[in-house]
T-cell receptor, first 114, second 115 residues
Framework: DTAVSQTPKYLVTQMGNDKSIKCEQNLGHDTMYWYKQDSKKFLKIMFSYNNKELIINETVPNRFSPKSPDKAHLNLHINSLELGDSAVYFC?????????????FGSGTQLSVL | AQSVTQPDIHITVSEGASLELRCNYSYGATPYLFWYVQSPGQGLQLLLKYFSGDTLVQGIKGFEAEFKRSQSSFNLRKPSVHWSDAAEYFCAVVFGSGNTGKLIFGQGTTLQVKP
């Protein structure tokens, strides 16, 4: 069983569209994250949720809206997609959300905005 | 500013050769240090971590890393590289406190292994 799974793996779309990426973890962890990896491989945190509550909200355009229906799921909805949104988006989870905990990552969603 | 620096963007080694990947961090870092590996098309996987105690830590896949406080470094090593080690390697460091601090990743080092 995959511990952290996200779908889709690839997403190609036009500028201006709205798209969603889904993430699920079966580890029983309390905290889930969204990270963005740009073309230079920089990995930067976007959001974290602990038990459905937003904990970290980095400087991310409000076109990005995370939603956590329960602690096992964290989805990312992006409105009005722009060229600069093209990147690989990783979902991750950790046991309690402490900064020094091991992170478990999904395999990523490669988003290409044309 | 809080930063983690991996000076080598790209490294190529021959299979069977030894490997060292460098990682340095700025002032303000806690002693919570990590190395993650990202294989092509995959998410990141934890290789090893240092929290306290012996400054030489062992990880999975035969990797080890040494914490040197005086040099603000946490370099990753492997005595003999295998072709399957070709991947992207990320150093990550917690700034602030271990519980509520912030995890910052370096920009990664791409390892290529020659046959």
């Amino acid at each position: 069983d995959t511990a952290v799974s996200q779908t889709p793996k690839y997403l190609v779309t036009q500028m201006g569209n709205d798209k969603s990426i889904k993430c699920e973890q079966n580890l029983g962890h309390d905290t889930m994250y969204w990270y963005k990896q740009d073309s230079k491989k920089f990995l930067k945190i976007m959001f974290s949720y602990n038990n459905k509550e937003l904990i970290i909200n980095e400087t991310v355009p409000n076109r990005f809206s995370p939603k956590s229906p329960d602690k096992a799921h964290l989805n990312l909805h992006i409105n009005s997609l722009e060229l600069g949104d093209s990147a690989v988006y990783f979902c991750a989870s950790s046991l309690q959300g402490k900064a020094n905990e091991k992170l478990f990552f999904g395999s990523g969603t490669q988003l290409s905005v044309l | 500013a809080q930063s983690v620096t991996q000076p080598d963007i790209h490294i190529t080694v021959s299979e069977g050769a030894s490997l060292e990947l460098r990682c340095n961090y700025s002032y303000g870092a806690t002693p919570y240090l990590f190395w993650y590996v990202q294989s092509p098309g995959q998410g990141l996987q934890l290789l090893l971590k240092y929290f306290s105690g012996d400054t030489l830590v062992q990880g999975i896949k035969g990797f080890e890393a040494e914490f040197k406080r005086s040099q603000s470094s946490f370099n990753l090593r492997k005595p003999s590289v295998h072709w399957s080690d070709a991947a992207e390697y990320f150093c990550a460091v917690v700034f602030g406190s271990g519980n509520t601090g912030k995890l910052i990743f370096g920009q990664g080092t791409t390892l290529q292994v020659k046959p």
